[in-house]
């Protein structure tokens, strides 16, 4: 505020200029969304003709937006619409969020936004007409009415590339573009091309060139002809990097996210990437870059100004579930320790089932490289008596590190090192015991040194609710790196997803494990999967598998092949209320014991411990409610098939929220 007045100390005073600021002051805090904000100046009078001027200001409520309106929309609904805008309409539940304030330069944000969803689902020629906000008479609240006009539908037509440069072939650059004739346009598209052609022109060794596409529409075939013009620039080079606004974070931590260094050939492409790099940091509001003149014609000084926002969390989260009763979470977490940008999380989990501590450090820039490297140090309990007979408990700690290997593909390494214990009851093992031969094997404590990796390919089209493209995950370790326990583990999944029309999305996905001892130790009950509950709909936790029929204590399995298929349908509920719901099916198999456990004393097949691949099948339906106190996942089941030791569950609930 202080800047936005016209007085300033040692000034003229005048009571015209009070009117001029008191009206300043008034209109920014109308900007804000505090209608009902008032200015009260006062003159304190001072000696030799000097006075001191006082703004007193009542900032009055945040004034918050009753309804949003949508004028000329037929291909999608208002609700559909609302949910791209990140202006909300005001709910009782949406007590702890500002998004349901007036704010004029986040309906400018909501604009832009509407226009990038309509242009990436073929609308070429969307405008917003207009942004209507009107108060309400109380002067409460206002009514939003955009209006829209969304054009006809268009494919991409012919794609041409021009070029001045002889050095650079069209017709192998045009392969390398994401569009093709006959394709809905998308707006993204022509982004992404762009981005193609200016890193392909650069590792040809051409930084200084210029793409412009040029746009043919046809309205009466409703197509767009683009042809990409490659223009060679005026070689310009970074003179300088000026960093600014940066009270808290480090100049090195902004610089390493800067794709262009002082030196560089000057890229506009590149430029943009960092800005998008910075904000995808988490640490500032605001972020903008800008290109001024530099020491010469030929050099160009970039300033980067950014506004820092608060970077760390308390979180106290509270939830309750079918399975898992009450459990109570509490959390800090520093995304920007030290204003070194690393991450730091300390976590305390405390539930019926499970008590869990743990502590994780991250540093994303591991040796100033794109290396993410971090340390976790954990302590466990579980109380499976509801499953098996034990309880099981791992203090331990272990580092990691990943890299990515492209854009798309991320590689992580780690090391850790563990105590597990396994505690049965007292009495259980004992020869008067009716303990399982198979667990009583297990009791003690043993020393696990592991080290593994796990590849990851996503190739999704979005990361939180995608509609195609695939991801494929492969995690491997290795313990006996010293220590007690010998065993190699590999799991892998793939899951698939196609958008067969608007809220109809079909998710495919196959996942399979192996766990097998070596040097004549056999695995261990804590490094056995154990599948049911979540991880196989229909099924209680820990449900199918090998088993001992004399207590009925789950043993896990040293291998699991699952596959599911699941359909999102449309429940015509609005988009807001943040309900989905989803048809599914569940088919696979766990089993296989090491022969130690599944053998008795006189060499034959126990007949207590049961151990098939036998298929079991469930399908049902799901519902995810993103609901005011958190996300709430309710699954019906109906098993379709199950061997007759199984333990199933028609209904299931699971829920956790922050607050």
């Given at each position: 505020l202080t800047e936005e007045v016209t007085l300033k100390p040692r000034g003229i005073y005048t009571r015209a200029r009070i009117q001029e600021d008191v009206g300043k002051i008034v209109e920014l805090y109308r900007l804000s969304g505090r209608i009902g904000a008032t200015v009260t100046p006062k003159i304190v009078q001072l000696e030799q003709n000097r006075v001191d001027v006082v703004f007193e200001i009542n900032e009055g409520s945040e004034t918050g937006v009753r309804a949003i309106t949508f004028l000329g929309n037929q291909a999608f609904s208002d609700n559909e619409l609302r949910e791209i805008m990140v202006t909300k309409q005001s709910q009782w539940w949406r007590l702890f969020t500002t998004n349901d304030n007036y704010d004029p330069n986040r309906l400018d944000y909501d604009r832009e936004q509407l226009r990038k969803f309509y242009t990436n689902r073929g609308y070429y020629d969307f405008r917003v007409l207009s942004a209507i906000s009107e108060l309400t008479p109380d002067d409460s609240s206002f009514g939003i009415t955009m209006t829209v006009d969304e054009g006809d539908r268009y494919n991409f037509g012919t794609v041409d590339i021009v070029t001045e440069n002889e050095r650079l072939n069209p017709d192998f650059l045009k392969r390398l573009l994401p569009i093709r004739e006959g394709d809905l346009y998308e707006s993204d598209k022509i982004?992404?091309?762009?981005?193609?052609l200016t890193f392909a022109a650069g590792s040809a060794g051409y930084a200084f060139v210029e793409i412009e596409p040029e746009y043919r529409a046809d309205p009466e075939t409703n197509v767009v002809n683009v042809t990409f013009n490659i223009k060679e620039g005026e070689r310009v080079y970074v003179d300088r990097i000026n960093v600014v606004g940066n009270t808290r974070t480090l100049d090195n931590v902004i610089r390493r996210e800067m794709m262009l260094s002082e030196g560089d050939a000057f890229n506009r492409t590149l430029l943009e990437r960092s800005r998008n790099n910075l904000r995808a940091l988490g640490f500032f509001k605001d972020v903008t870059i800008e290109e001024a003149r530099g020491s010469a014609a030929d050099r160009s000084v970039v300033n980067v100004t950014v506004t820092e926002q608060p970077t760390g969390e308390l979180s106290v989260g509270a939830g309750f579930s079918s399975v898992d009763s009450f459990v109570l979470n509490l959390g800090i977490t520093e995304r920007n320790f030290r204003g070194r940008g690393q991450n730091v999380v300390a976590r305390l989990e405390w539930g019926s089932l499970r008590q869990q501590i743990d502590f994780r450090f991250t540093e994303p820039k591991f040796l100033g490289r794109d290396l993410r490297a971090g340390f976790d140090a954990f302590h466990s309990r579980y109380d499976l008596s509801e499953y098996s007979s034990y309880d099981y408990r791992s203090t331990g700690g272990g580092v990691r590190l990943s890299y990515p290997l492209n854009g798309y593909t991320l590689l992580s390494t780690r090391y850790f090192l563990k105590s597990d214990e396994i505690i049965v009851p007292s009495g259980y093992c004992s020869a008067s015991g009716a303990g399982s031969n198979a667990l009583c094997d297990q009791v003690g404590s043993f020393l696990n040194s592991s080290a593994g990796y796990t590849l990851l390919v996503d190739r999704r089209n979005d990361p939180v609710r995608p509609t195609r493209g695939w991801t494929g995950t492969l995690r491997q370790d290795f313990a006996g790196i010293g220590g007690d326990v010998n065993y190699v583990k590999t799991?892998?999944?793939?899951?698939?997803?196609?958008?067969?029309?608007?809220?109809?999305?079909?998710?495919?996905?196959?996942?399979?494990?192996?766990?097998?001892?070596?040097?004549?130790?056999?695995v261990r009950i804590n490094d056995r999967f154990f599948k049911g509950g979540n991880s196989f709909r229909g099924f209680e936790t820990a449900g199918i598998g090998p088993r001992d029929l004399t207590t009925?204590?789950?043993?896990?399995?040293?291998?699991?092949?699952?596959?599911t298929l699941e359909l999102t349908v449309p429940n015509y509920l609005p988009e807001e209320y943040g309900i989905r719901t989803s048809l599914f099916a569940d088919v696979g198999t766990?089993?296989?014991?090491?022969?130690?456990?599944?053998?008795?004393?006189?060499?034959?097949?126990?007949?207590?411990?049961?151990?098939?691949?036998?298929?079991?099948?469930?399908a049902g339906i799901s519902v995810h409610w993103r609901s005011p106190m958190g996300p709430i996942r309710f699954d019906l089941s109906k098993v379709l098939g199950k061997e007759e030791y199984d333990k199933t569950e028609t209904f299931r609930f699971s829920t956790s929220t922050q607050f």
């Open positions: 982004e992404t091309a762009v981005d193609a799991e892998a999944e793939v899951s698939a997803y196609w958008g067969i029309a608007p809220d109809w999305i079909v998710t495919a996905q196959a996942q399979t494990g192996y766990v097998a001892g070596w040097g004549g130790d056999p009925t204590d789950a043993l896990g399995g040293n291998f699991y092949a699952i596959g766990l089993g296989v014991l090491d022969d130690r456990y599944t053998v008795n004393s006189t060499g034959m097949p126990d007949s207590n411990i049961v151990d098939d691949l036998e298929l079991r099948a469930s």
